[in-house]
């Protein structure tokens, strides 16, 4: 039988009491924390914890700065930036990406080559990156606005957009911006570039890019829960609630960039393009006193605001696929057999390593063949010129004299003569698309061909070398350098387009001093047979020059050059207007001027048309002309 337990009340009293007293020391802790946190939270860090609360309404949005003028020598204005309405996508809002942008080609709100290139380009940016599409005209503007609530994340705002207000003049030179491409976001700082749309794509508007672009800015945007900008109607001041976070939250102004000015003339520019209309080559113009380069021209030439405003693909295609090309930069990047325009070079060459002298002469019966050879390098002139010394053999292009020259020099010689003129190299004008050009020699042609017969240096290319024939090629910028030092007597200043720059807030102009000079180590009385030998170019009738300027009232010298443009058999002859015209001859000239105290120098190349005599040289005639008549205007 089990024993009779009993309750003992007191005890159970005691233990109900010290629980009670445990759970009241735990609630009263508890509420001492609480009331301890919240006065932490609502006394002690008000003023931070209200900072991040009206933070999550804040939105960092970029600034985009302005983009620099770019001005010609005299202050005229060739790029500057204009009011227009701007397409814009926010791609985080696009319910569907392909669809909207179909439906904006349909509209004719956009035209684009490829919607898959644009779609990757768009899905490239960041959440809530606005992203410019087009730009719009008044009349697309209001077919946008009365559609508007059918595209959800698509809107329009004013913007600036650059302008060209003088469309084709020096094209080539000042270049122009476009859209950002895939391509460009690989090397530029997209941080930068968040509230920027365009980017230079050529000339100027590219190699100096950072100079225009100038710097970025920020600020803050209220926006809702979703990260969207927020427009509160009334009750509520967003510009009061910005400016107290300004003294809290970083903000930074955008900074305008640099204007550029270069170094064209646009007066003289516009005569050079004019002279060069219905032709394809290039005039370069240079100011033999500082290397300024004060008209380059390459024809035939763009309106550089078809691509600026974002050029329909119909347009870019009758560019980029048309036979002229338009889009090519002639001055700077076409390469062209030099003909007898590097006569001068060798022939300073030879006097100067005593291969030759003043009076050295050759008889010229109209061909040349080498030793134990039956082939014969035909003159330009049949009947050949008869004897003749070193400066009737310039003033008259006599082929079969440089021939001789050039057999006697070697090609290594001929080599080292045309490269120490600047011949095979870039120039360093600060364009990407320059050309190095080719001045050949034996390495070179062992480094350039396959195929082991193709390595050997053969004495016939050293002959037709003589004559600027077989792989020489050269650009006419490189034309006109090496000239200025034949007018300068060695000393010359590698071309430059950017002359200095503007501070776009107050008007500060930094002028750049040419430093890159160069001074060729040459004797003074070589240099006078050559330059003789030049002016007789134009001077002495028997001169290849003479005809087209012999009425000139300035005193000028020059060489002519016409460059075969395919071969023929030695006993073989042709008529010009029977083949085709790309098959037929370039025209080139180069001269300084005035002979005396040298001024400038020109550079013409005129392609497929024949003669120099009748194409190139009146050409720099009438370019020449407005130089010395108005020459006032150029500073």
């Not at 914890?49 to 933070?55: I, N, P, V, Y």
């Not at 609630?241 to 930074?252: C, I, Q």
């Not at 061909?367 to 008869?386: A, E």
Request: with cysteine.
């Amino acid at each position: 039988m089990k024993p009779i337990l009993f309750k003992d009340n007191w005890k159970e009293n005691k233990l109900f009491q010290s629980r009670l007293i445990v759970s009241l020391v735990i609630a009263i802790s508890l509420f001492l924390v609480l009331v301890t946190q919240l006065y932490q939270l609502q006394i002690v860090n008000y003023q931070e914890f209200s900072d991040l609360s009206q933070g999550n309404r804040l939105k960092l949005k970029s600034l985009a700065p302005t983009r620099g003028l770019i001005k010609d020598r005299n202050g005229i204005i060739l790029a500057e930036n204009v009011p227009n309405w701007e397409l814009v996508i926010i791609p985080e809002e696009v319910d569907d990406l392909n669809f909207t942008l179909n439906r904006l080609i349909a509209l004719k709100l956009l035209d684009v080559p490829n919607i898959d290139n644009l779609e990757k380009l768009i899905s490239s940016h960041r959440q809530f990156e606005t992203v410019v599409l087009s730009n719009l005209t008044d009349e697309q503007v209001a077919i946008f606005a009365s559609r508007r609530h059918q595209f959800s994340g698509v809107g329009f705002r004013e913007g600036l957009k650059r302008y060209y207000p003088y469309n084709e003049l020096a094209s080539h030179a000042i270049g122009y911006v476009s859209s950002i491409s895939i391509e460009d976001l690989e090397y530029i700082d997209k941080s930068e570039y968040v509230a920027t749309s365009v980017i230079g794509k050529t000339g100027i508007e590219r190699s100096f890019e950072n100079e225009l672009f100038g710097f970025s800015g920020y600020h803050h945007e209220i926006v809702n829960a979703q990260g969207r900008v927020f427009y509160p109607d009334s009750g509520f001041n967003e510009i009061s609630l910005v400016r107290s976070f300004d003294t809290r939250l970083a903000h930074k102004l955008p900074e305008s960039g640099k204007n550029i000015i270069i170094s064209i003339d646009s007066e003289l520019q516009k005569v050079a393009e004019k002279a060069m209309d219905g032709f394809r080559g290039a005039v370069v113009v240079l100011d033999t006193n500082n290397g300024d380069i004060l008209s380059m021209v390459s024809s035939p030439s763009y309106d550089l605001n078809l691509l600026s405003d974002g050029i329909s693909r119909a347009d870019f295609l009758s560019l980029s696929e048309n036979q002229a090309k338009p889009l090519f930069n002639r001055a700077l990047s076409g390469l062209y057999p030099p003909g007898s325009i590097v006569k001068p070079f060798i022939g300073l060459g030879a006097l100067e390593h005593d291969v030759v002298n003043a009076g050295s002469r050759s008889v010229c019966l109209g061909h040349f063949t080498l030793p134990n050879q039956t082939h014969r390098y035909r003159d330009w002139k049949i009947t050949g010129h008869g004897p003749v010394n070193l400066t009737q053999a310039i003033a008259e292009s006599c082929d079969v004299y440089f021939y001789e020259l050039a057999v006697n020099i070697g090609i290594e010689g001929i080599n080292d003569y045309l490269e120490s003129f600047g011949f095979g190299e870039k120039l360093g004008v600060n364009f990407s698309s320059e050309s190095e050009g080719i001045v050949p020699s034996r390495k070179w042609k062992e480094e350039n061909f396959r195929n082991p017969e193709d390595k050997i240096w053969y004495p016939g290319e050293t002959v037709i070398t003589g004559i600027g024939q077989g792989f020489t090629l050269t650009t006419p910028m490189q034309i006109a350098f090496a000239n200025s030092l034949i007018a300068n007597q060695g000393i010359g200043f590698r071309p430059r387009m950017v002359i200095g720059y503007e501070d776009s807030r107050n008007g500060r102009i930094e002028l750049i001093e040419n430093d890159s000079i160069i001074n060729l180590d040459i004797k003074k009385e070589n240099w006078d047979i050559i330059r003789e030998a030049m002016k007789d170019v134009v001077a002495d009738e028997r001169g290849t020059g003479f005809s087209v300027l012999r009425d000139i009232d300035y005193s000028i010298a020059g060489k002519t050059g016409t460059v075969q443009v395919f071969s023929i058999g030695q006993d073989e002859f042709y008529e010009e207007e029977n083949i085709d015209e790309s098959l037929r001859d370039h025209g080139i000239f180069m001269a300084f001027a005035p002979y005396e105290k040298p001024e400038i120098s020109i550079a013409v190349v005129i392609e497929n048309m024949g003669s120099s005599s009748v194409t190139a040289v009146p050409v720099a005639k009438q370019i020449l002309d407005f130089y010395f008549n108005n020459r006032r205007s150029i500073n």
